[in-house]
Each structure stands twice: as C-alpha cells, then as structure tokens.
Nanobody, 121 residues
Framework: QVQLVESGGGLVQAGGSLRLSCAASGSIFSINAMGWYRQAPGKQRELVARITRGGIPDYADSVKGRFTISRDNAKNTVSLQMNSLKPEDSAVYYC???????????????WGQGTQVTVSS
C-alpha cells in the first residue's frame, strides 16, 4: 500500500510564508509527476503546482511568482514553498502523486489526506 503524508499547514497572516511537505511511502516502484492541489469551502479542487520527475514545474496562474514546488526523487518527497500568502490561498491542500507499485502495472493516482492552510487578513 502507498501512503502520502502531508505536513506543514497552519495559520499565517497575509504576506507570510508556509512550507508544505509530502512524503510518499510504501511499496513504490516509480513516481512520475507529483503535485499540490487545493480545495476551498464550496469550491472545486484545483491544481496549485505540479512537477515532473525531471524537475519541470507547472503553476496555476494565481500562484506564479509566489509559490515554488520542489521534489527529492531519492526520498519520494515533494514540497511547496508558499510566500506572500493571501487570504484567498486559504484551503485544504492535498498532495498528489502519479506512481507505479510494480513495473508491469499501469500508473496509479494517489492522494494525501490534506492539510489546512488558513491565511488571515
């Protein structure tokens, strides 16, 4: 079984910073893309940032220039550095990974349990 465990959420004032981390563990053969999504109350889950195995990032327009995604392939971890936070960044943030548990099987999508980020004005 594969688990994605997030950490680093919390409460911060507008303009502040937080760093989210996610570690994938279990029977993992290979991880392709990893990323972060968020869901605010009453809204759909949306992509925040994702990164390929080769380290190429992709960001939502709303976070470009403020958030930075990074990963460590050796440790199966992905992090999200969030700077200049705004109240509209408040949401539950979910870690996501596209992975294989064995070489012969197809790619699977796994999610973490989510971590709350609250930005006060």
């Amino acid at each position: 079984q594969v688990q994605l465990v997030e950490s680093g959420g919390g409460l911060v004032q507008a303009g502040g910073s937080l760093r989210l981390s996610c570690a994938a563990s279990g029977s993992i053969f290979s991880i392709n893309a990893m990323g972060w999504y968020r869901q605010a109350p009453g809204k759909q889950r949306e992509l925040v940032a994702r990164i390929t195995r080769g380290g190429i990032p992709d960001y939502a327009d709303s976070v470009k220039g403020r958030f930075t995604i990074s990963r460590d392939n050796a440790k199966n971890t992905v992090s999200l550095q969030m700077n200049s936070l705004k109240p509209e960044d408040s949401a539950v943030y979910y870690c996501n990974a596209i992975l294989k548990v064995v070489a012969a099987m197809g790619w699977l999508e796994r999610w973490g349990q989510g971590t709350q980020v609250t930005v006060s004005s």
